[in-house]
């Protein structure tokens, strides 16, 4: 599974922004899949995963209601959409693939998979 993540850009605070993360290979839309975030200085933070049906979905508790993980199987990808950005959602943005059926948790060891990381700055 090759991902490759897009989407990131620099935005004001109180926009919106959508990620996108594109996969190809064997498995790619049977896998379940995340969003991790990483800020200069920080160790990487689990935002978000999706079930491979896209049925089931978690969040990191300070999140939920501002991020909205999806997916489009027939695309094979995997969606981020953030709303109301702040100053310290400025990270570099990855995406994650885990080859599992059941849900891999928040653990970045648990993914087999990443993207290379898409760069969201946001300025106040």
């Known amino acids: 599974v090759q991902l490759q993540a897009s989407g990131g850009g620099l935005v004001q605070a109180g926009e919106s922004l959508r990620l996108s993360c594109a996969a190809s290979?064997?498995?790619?839309?049977?896998?379940?899949r995340a969003w991790f975030r990483q800020a200069p200085g920080k160790q990487r933070e689990f935002l978000a995963e999706?079930?491979?049906?896209?049925?089931?979905?978690t969040y990191i508790d300070s999140m939920k209601g501002r991020f909205t993980i999806s997916r489009d199987n027939a695309k094979s990808t995997v969606y981020l959409q953030i709303s109301s950005l702040k100053a310290e959602d400025t990270a570099v943005y990855y995406c994650?693939?885990?080859?599992?059926?059941?849900?891999?948790?928040?653990?970045?060891?648990?993914?087999?998979?990443w993207g290379q990381g898409t760069q969201v700055t946001v300025s106040s």
């Open positions: 994650a693939a885990a080859l599992t059926t059941s849900r891999a948790g928040s653990d970045p060891g648990e993914y087999d998979y």
């Open positions: 290979g064997r498995l790619a839309s049977t896998s379940s």
């Open positions: 999706i079930d491979w049906s896209g049925g089931y979905t």
